[in-house]
C-alpha cells in the first residue's frame, strides 16, 4: 500500500495570515501601543517568510520539474555524464533546503536565467526589511537616540552599527515617528509595517513575472493572493 501524500505550503497560509493580523490591527486605534507593535513585529517578520517561501516553492519545483524531464524529454542517454547532471541536481536542492534569502536569490538567477535589478528602490526596501528582520527574529533591543535642534528638525541615531541604515532609511522615506514630550521613537508604526508589506507584495510579483513562460507552466504558485 503506498503512503498518502499531503502537501503544506507555509508561505501561502502566511500570506493569507498576514492579510488577516492587517485587519485585526487596523481595527485598534493607533493610540493602543499595547498591541499595535507585536502586530507589527508579526506582519514584518511574516513578509520575509513570504518572500523566502515563495523563492524556495519556485526553485524546488523547476528542479523537481528538470529531474522527470531527465527520463522523459531529455532522454538520459542524450547526456554525456547522466550522474554528474543528477548529482548536481541533487546539490542544488541539498543548497536550497540550507539557503535563505540571498542564496535563494543566485540560484533563483541561475534557474530562470534572469538577473533581478539590485538598483531599484523596490529592492532596496526588501533588502532593509531582511535586515530589519534581523533584529526583530533574535529579540535585539532597538535602542534609539533622538538629537532634536530648535528649529524643529532631528536626527536619530543608534549605538547598533547593524540598526543604523534601518534608521537612515526609516527617515529618508519618512517613516519614523518622533513624540518629543515623550522623547520617544516608533519605528515598528502602522505606516512603516505597511510600507514593507506593500512591497513585499510587489517584488513577489515581479519576481513571477520574471520567469519565462515554462517555469511559470510548471510551478504550483499561486499569485491570487498577491494580486487581491
Sequence with gaps: ??????????????LKFTKWLIQQRDSLPETNQLNLPSKNICILINCCIIIEGLLYTLIKDH???????????????????????V???????????????????????????KKINKNTNLYKTINILFQFRGFLVHG??????????????YTLSSENRKLKP??????????????FELKRVNILSNKLT?????AMLKFSIE?????????????KIDMFEFNN
Excluded at 520539474?65 to 554528474?84: G, M, S, V
Excluded at 505597511?194 to 506593500?198: C, L, M, P, S
Aim: hydrophobic share 35%; glycine share 2%; net charge negative.
Design 194 to 198: 505597511n510600507h514593507f508589506y506593500d
Design 87 to 113: 548529482k548536481m541536481l541533487e546539490e542544488f536542492s541539498n543548497k536550497l533546503d540550507k539557503d535563505q534569502w540571498e542564496g535563494y536569490l543566485n540560484l533563483f538567477e541561475l534557474f530562470s536565467s
Design 166 to 179: 534601518i534608521l537612515a532609511y526609516c527617515v529618508e522615506n519618512k517613516l519614523e515617528f518622533v513624540d
Design 1 to 14: 500500500m503506498e503512503p498518502k501524500r499531503s502537501l503544506y505550503v507555509p508561505y501561502y497560509q502566511y
Design 207 to 219: 519576481l513571477y513575472d520574471l520567469l519565462p513562460d515554462s517555469m511559470k507552466a510548471y510551478t
Design 140 to 153: 535585539c533591543e532597538l535602542e534609539i537616540l533622538v538629537n532634536d535642534s530648535k528649529n524643529g528638525k
Design 63 to 85: 528542479i523537481h520539474i528538470a529531474t522527470h524531464q531527465l527520463n522523459e524529454e531529455l532522454k538520459i542517454e542524450k547526456i554525456k555524464d547522466p550522474i554528474l547532471y
